[in-house]
């Protein structure tokens, strides 16, 4: 292709309606294509990350290989298209008006008076056509956040019009609606829909392409109305029913005719058929599974399972590529003692230490691992996960008395996980952890290196405390093998119990690197474990 195709995908009516899973099956479908796809998603948020929001407000937050805190969604498109993201690849208010401001207190402006349009559009649009510079991608599929009508999104929808202005053999618009179905009237009704579009058109946005997603069947007459009253092709009114599994959302897309579509408008022939037997085989697994595994997920978001939404993914990955259905349990830490641990996780088939930060619910963590451990249940520990196994062995094998992390208790006595040496003099929260990949050399005859068969990893972080090697001698001579070693700092990345069925806590974050067609192998190996327990 000659030029970079852009597309971008609005939302209208309601938000959380899935603008992240049709992007990023839009990609998928074109990738099965044959061509190169990223997928970009833009925040109208003025929070310069969502590295300092609450998991409640937020979700979890998503560490990009190269280090930046991001958007869920993010995890989404690296999922689907087993491509790696960047900071690049999400962008929100915060970095765009400071990008803006550093640019006016440098005199960039030369005195100009400084207005979203065109200086805050114009830096937006910059931001979109990177990711096309110099042809790296045929197609960049730019996700805006939030609803049509906000007011924070008035200056991402005024920069999609610009680039459709001005590059309209390159650009495109899909708006992803909602059509309820009101029980009295036994209808389906798309007045929401046309008021939608109608917001969008009046901030000079037509677009080309609707999405609907209903619970009920939208019949021939619904998809001519909506046609007919949206300005759009009869084909591009685009069918999006529930599924019982996200993964087979491109698969209605491509059956719905998306991808062709999206072909037509941009001017690109229709002559590579999308080859999607990887992905159909991976589904035939995931949908035909007989048995099930039982696997508890210990932390304090529960009642929000967004927080933890790569890692159950990562999950469904390896019990599919298991022969499993995945039947995930997800526990309050808060709710377990070492007097209840049994009635609670009793019937796991495997356990798993959620990551976190903070007191909350980390005493649970404790006693979870505890209870794993003394009888012999697979147990994975990610980042604050990996810690309390630490803390659980020191008081309860190693006898110290009182030991913790400094995040908890600062005056412990024993800091057998402690700040790490470049943390101590941060003063600001956002975006200073230890974040991004970093590698890990993983020591010869161990779990670990059964599982990932080499002997150098890269794995993603975000952490600010670390496990203490002043106590790494106590913990080797009593069991504990620290099988993964960053070789620049000497951190201990990967902490195991050989005496022990499967025991082993991560420092970094594996789920950040599960994809459905590359399924991480320490969630493959630890469900295997949990199957033959």
């Not at 949908?287 to 999950?315: F, M, Q, R, W």
């Not at 691992?369 to 803390?391: D, F, H, T, W």
């Not at 005859?445 to 405390?465: C, D, M, P, Q, V």
Request: proline content about 4%; glycine content about 8%.
């Amino acid at each position: 292709m000659s030029k970079t195709k852009y597309i971008f995908v609005t939302g209208g009516v309601a938000s959380s309606l899935g603008k992240g899973i049709i992007s990023a099956s839009l990609g998928k479908l074109l990738q099965a294509r044959g061509y190169k796809v990223t997928n970009q998603k833009l925040d109208p948020y003025i929070n310069i990350d969502p590295g300092t929001l609450n998991p409640y407000e937020h979700g979890e937050c998503y560490v990009t290989v190269d280090g930046h805190e991001a958007d869920l969604d993010l995890g989404h498109y690296e999922r689907f298209l087993n491509v790696q993201t960047h900071k690049s690849n999400n962008i929100t208010s915060g970095r765009i008006y400071q990008n803006v401001i550093l640019r006016e207190r440098r005199g960039d402006f030369l005195g100009k008076t400084v207005q979203v349009i065109p200086h805050i559009t114009d830096e937006i649009i910059r931001n979109i056509k990177q990711l096309g510079t110099n042809n790296q991608f045929d197609f960049v599929i730019t996700e805006i956040g939030g609803t049509v009508g906000d007011i924070e999104s008035l200056p991402y929808i005024e920069s999609v019009r610009q680039m459709l202005w001005t590059m309209p053999k390159n650009c495109c618009c899909i708006h992803l609606t909602y059509v309820p179905y009101l029980a009295a009237a036994g209808e389906l009704k798309t007045k929401p829909t046309q008021h939608s579009v109608k917001e969008l058109q009046q901030e000079g946005v037509q677009p080309d392409i609707l999405v609907l997603r209903t619970e009920h069947p939208i019949n021939k007459e619904i998809r001519k109305k909506v046609a007919l009253f949206c300005n759009v092709d009869f084909d591009a009114v685009i069918e999006s029913a529930d599924v019982e599994t996200i993964y087979e959302v491109p698969l209605r897309m491509q059956k719905e005719g998306l991808d062709k579509v999206v072909l037509r408008k941009l001017g690109v022939p229709d002559d590579k058929p999308a080859d999607m037997e990887s992905w159909n085989a991976f589904l035939d697994k995931l949908n035909n599974a007989k048995k099930e595994v039982k696997i508890g997920l210990v932390g304090k978001y529960v009642k929000l399972p967004d927080v933890y939404k790569s890692i159950t993914e990562s999950l469904i990955h390896a019990s599919a590529y298991n022969d499993r259905k995945l039947n995930l349990k997800l526990i309050l830490s808060e709710d377990i003692t070492d007097d209840n641990a049994d009635k609670i996780l009793g019937e796991m088939d495997g356990i798993l230490i959620a990551p976190g930060f903070g007191e909350r619910g980390v005493e649970g963590k404790i006693s979870a691992v505890k209870y794993a451990r003394e009888n012999n249940v697979p147990c994975l520990g990610i980042s604050l996960g990996m810690q309390c196994m630490v803390i659980e062995f020191a008081r309860n094998v190693l006898g110290l008395k009182g030991a913790h992390s400094t995040e908890i208790d600062p005056g412990t006595p024993h800091k057998v996980i402690d700040t790490m040496e470049a943390q101590k003099t941060m003063l600001q929260k956002g975006g200073n952890m230890r974040l991004g990949a970093y590698n890990c050399n993983i020591k010869d005859n161990t779990l670990a290196k059964t599982i990932y068969g080499k002997e150098t990893i890269s794995e993603r972080h975000r952490h600010r405390f670390e496990f203490n090697n002043e106590y790494k001698t106590l913990y080797e001579e009593n069991g504990i093998v620290c099988s993964g070693i960053n070789p620049e700092t000497n951190l201990v990345e990967i902490i195991e119990l050989p005496k022990h069925k499967w025991f082993i806590g991560v420092q970094f974050h594996p789920e950040y690197s599960s994809t459905v067609l590359n399924p991480h192998p320490l969630f493959i190996n630890f469900v295997k474990a949990a199957i033959e327990e």
